[in-house]
């Protein structure tokens, strides 16, 4: 039994005397040469010392080995995919096909997308059983991209990206089915370093001769009764891809008709419905097949990401401002936050002039805030509402009795910075009532209001008048602590 031997026991134990043998380089490569002759024991210890070395040499001589590893040994190694390019560049690039297949389950069983382009390149082997492995592993990479780092979903939008502004008439369609799966992935970046794949493939499906269009096209308008669900997240991409836009169209219309993959290819795509050409797209595109907002919202009202679809869906639609508010408003009684917070901040980006419009969003934006068990969204409500005066005016007294004290708190401190600005800009349209009540909170609220006062009646004019105004009111009333702010002979021409 190998394992047995005195040699193996010495590179276990790795003894300081003994450095001269641990770090000889033909150690590994002997390690992985005494496999075929180790029981199951000692292949265990073999795993183990050879992950634990950490040699490059030992690392290949693992991979290599991936089928006869067990379930513990692939997912350690697996574990480690950060340091094994070299050796998966090495086996992957053995004459022996078995052995690219291990470099290739390694990567899917690391879901490793920063090793997409070595996945994308076995895609071209003349071996059968190599592509058809490499084109399973890229279909496994896209739907565990949301799982993935950063770095490592952007490595893999590059390949993709790469391969398919390479395509070549007759060429696989793999990587054109993963760029589809991708989604918004693939409009991230620019041409800078590190989106070179991205921005290749975003011009080359921008030029209607390209040989990877025609493909596109296909896969496209058949996204609907497609046995492969990434697809349909690449319709709305598309349709920001003016040689796609007619295929992308008849997808989605299809998916839409069929009700088959709807919510799959809206949910999750809220930023790419507001992109211009995607938007321009969709308005034309809705007017066919019964693609109304009534029905999209049965589509997708199964689950929360599907009506967070449901509200970047209307924002697209032909409706107008106050259609859009009232289906947006009704959404904030959603029991998903996110859904409200979606709907929130759609309903608030409306910029039309209809006044019925502007009342409905004031009325269900002071509702959230007041009223919405987030805290989130409460807060998101109370500080549109009170970033602009005639919305504060109008319900900033209603966010003081919010149930949230974040709210509360800040509607107060709004008040007290802006009581004095609400008073005089509202003093020449309110009557009596209205005045005393305005110049009873500002000279509470502000402790610098008397000086202002002062400095508008320096002024002269129009300023000097109200300002008179105003301190003869609260004279009247008794609001007045100590001195009047100006002098009595100018309060006396006020009266």
Not at 109 to 118: Q, V
Not at 209 to 224: I, K, N, Q, W, Y
Not at 295 to 318: C, F, S
Request: aromatic share 4%; net charge positive; glycine share 12%.
């Amino acid at each position: 039994m190998a394992w047995r031997y005195p040699l193996m026991e010495r590179l276990a134990a790795a003894e300081p005397a003994d450095a001269w043998l641990t770090g000889h380089g033909s150690v590994d490569p002997a390690l992985g040469r005494a496999w075929d002759t180790a029981e199951p024991v000692g292949r265990r210890r073999l795993i183990g010392l050879l992950l634990r070395r950490g040699r490059p040499e030992g690392h290949a001589a693992l991979i290599r080995r991936w089928d006869e590893l067990d379930g513990g040994s692939r997912a350690e190694l697996a574990g480690l995919i950060g340091r094994l390019a070299g050796p998966l560049r090495k086996v992957a690039a053995s004459a022996d096909p078995a052995m690219q297949r291990h470099a290739l389950a390694l990567i899917a069983a690391a879901n490793a997308g920063g090793f997409g382009y070595l996945v994308i390149e076995k895609l071209r082997s003349d071996t059968p059983a190599v592509r058809a492995a490499a084109s399973a592993t890229l279909c496994g990479l896209v739907e565990g991209v949301a799982a993935m780092p950063p770095r490592a979903a952007a490595g893999l939008a590059d390949a993709v990206g790469e391969s398919v502004a390479r395509h070549r008439p007759g060429g696989d369609q793999a990587a054109l089915r993963a760029w589809l799966g991708l989604g918004p992935r693939v409009l991230t970046g620019g041409e800078t370093d590190g989106a070179r794949g991205r921005a290749a493939a975003v011009a080359a499906l921008s030029e209607a001769e390209h040989p990877a269009v025609g493909p596109m096209r296909g896969l496209l308008s058949g996204a609907a009764g497609s046995g492969l669900p990434g697809l349909r997240r690449g319709l709305l991409v598309a349709l920001d891809f003016g040689p796609l836009v007619g295929a992308a169209a008849a997808g989605l219309r299809r998916c839409f008709a069929e009700g088959d993959g709807w919510a799959e290819a809206m949910a999750g795509q809220e930023h790419v419905m507001s992109l211009p050409a995607v938007g321009r797209a969709l308005t034309r595109t809705c007017d066919a097949e019964g693609m109304t907002v009534d029905t999209a919202e049965r589509r997708l009202a199964a689950d929360p990401a599907g009506r967070r679809a449901y509200a970047a869906w209307v924002g697209v639609l032909p409706l107008g401002d106050l259609g859009r508010a009232t289906r947006w408003a009704a959404m904030l009684d959603d029991p998903d936050a996110g859904v409200r917070l979606a709907a929130l901040r759609r309903m608030t980006e409306i910029k039309g002039s209809d006044p019925r419009a502007a009342d409905v969003v004031g009325r269900a934006a002071a509702a959230a805030a007041t009223r919405d068990p987030d805290a989130a969204v409460a807060r998101l409500a109370a500080v549109w509402l009170l970033a602009d005066r005639g919305r504060a005016e109008a319900y900033g007294a209603e966010l003081t009795r919010s149930d949230h004290t974040a709210v509360r708190t800040l509607a107060e401190r709004h008040r007290r910075r802006d009581a004095f600005d609400r008073m005089w800009h509202g003093w020449p349209r309110w009557d009596a009532a209205q005045r005393r009540a305005a110049a009873a909170e500002a000279l509470q609220l502000d402790p610098a209001a008397t000086r202002r006062l002062r400095r508008f009646a320096e002024r002269g004019g129009d300023a000097r008048r109200r300002a008179l105004e105003i301190v003869v009111t609260a004279e009247r009333a008794g609001l007045l602590r100590g001195p009047a702010p100006i002098n009595s002979a100018a309060t006396g021409d006020a009266a």
